[in-house]
T-cell receptor
Framework: DAGITQSPRHKVTETGTPVTLRCHQT?????MYWYRQDPGHGLRLIHY???????DKGEVSDGYSVSRSKTEDFLLTLESATSSQTSVYFC??????????????FGQGTRLTVV | SQQGEEDPQALSIQEGENATMNCSYK?????LQWYRQNSGRGLVHLIL?????REKHSGRLRVTLDTSKKSSSLLITASRAADTASYFCATDEQGAQKLVFGQGTRLTINP
C-alpha cells in the first residue's frame, strides 16, 4: 500500500465548530483528492490538488476548504460543521505519469460525526 | 451529478456464477478504472483501461470499454464468497486529472 495516513480516523464534533482532517502521504505523489462517501451516493469528489498550492473544486465543495502547503500534506477543513457533513471521508493520491494513466491509492478513511 | 453511473446498484449471485457490472459516464476520459471496497475499508484498485483500449483482462476480471457509448463493464468470472464487496468505476477526466467515481455496485456472493 502507498503510505497514506488519514488523521483522525474517527471524530465526533458539534454543529458549528471548525474541523480539519489531515491526509499525509510518503510517496511524493503529485495529485491528491478528498472524497466523501455516503450511502446511496458512492464517493463524491470534494476538492483535489494537482500540486503544492494548486487546488480545485470537485462536485460537492460547498462548506469545505482545502490547503496544500507541501507535497505530503493535504488538509480538508470544515469551517463550520453541519449535520449534513456527517460522513466517511477518504483521501487518495495519484502519481503523475507521461501517459496520465495511473491508479489512485486510498487512505483508510475518517469517520466524522457532527452532532 | 456524478460522472459515473453504475448498474445494477446491487447484485446477488451464487458462488461459481459470473457477475457483470456496468458503468456509464459523460465526458471525455484518459482512462476508466475499477475499484473494490470491502465493508468499512478503503478502496483498492482492480484494473485500469485506457481510452484507446477496448478490452482488458486481469485474472478472473474482464473489463470492456466503449467510448462511443461512454460505457464500461466489469465481468468477474467464477465468483467466490471472498468477492463480496462494493465495486466502483472511476473516470479519469481528460485534461483535468480529476478522478470521479460512480455510485457503486454492491455484490453479494452466496455460498
Amino acid at each position: 500500500d502507498a503510505g497514506i495516513t488519514q488523521s483522525p480516523r474517527h471524530k465526533v464534533t458539534e454543529t458549528g465548530t471548525p474541523v480539519t482532517l489531515r491526509c499525509h502521504q510518503t510517496e511524493n505523489h503529485r495529485y491528491m483528492y478528498w472524497y466523501r462517501q455516503d450511502p446511496g451516493h458512492g464517493l463524491r469528489l470534494i476538492h483535489y490538488s494537482y500540486g503544492v498550492k494548486d487546488t480545485d473544486k470537485g462536485e460537492v465543495s460547498d462548506g469545505y476548504s482545502v490547503s496544500r502547503s507541501k507535497t505530503e500534506d493535504f488538509l480538508l477543513t470544515l469551517e463550520s460543521a453541519t449535520s449534513s457533513q456527517t460522513s466517511v471521508y477518504f483521501c487518495a493520491t495519484k502519481p503523475p505519469t507521461v501517459t496520465m494513466n495511473t491508479e489512485a491509492f486510498f487512505g483508510q478513511g475518517t469517520r466524522l460525526t457532527v452532532v | 451529478s456524478q460522472q459515473g453511473e453504475e448498474d445494477p446498484q446491487a447484485l446477488s449471485i451464487q458462488e461459481g456464477e459470473n457477475a457483470t457490472m456496468n458503468c456509464s459516464y459523460k465526458t471525455s476520459i484518459n482512462n476508466l478504472q475499477w475499484y473494490r471496497q470491502n465493508s468499512g475499508r478503503g478502496l483498492v484498485h482492480l484494473i485500469l483501461i485506457r481510452s484507446n483500449e477496448r478490452e482488458k483482462h486481469s485474472g478472473r476480471l474482464r473489463v470492456t470499454l466503449d467510448t462511443s457509448k461512454k460505457s464500461s463493464s466489469l465481468l468477474i468470472t467464477a465468483s467466490r464468497a471472498a468477492d463480496t464487496a462494493s465495486y466502483f468505476c472511476a473516470t479519469d477526466e481528460q485534461g483535468a486529472q480529476k478522478l470521479v467515481f460512480g455510485q457503486g455496485t454492491r455484490l453479494t456472493i452466496n455460498p
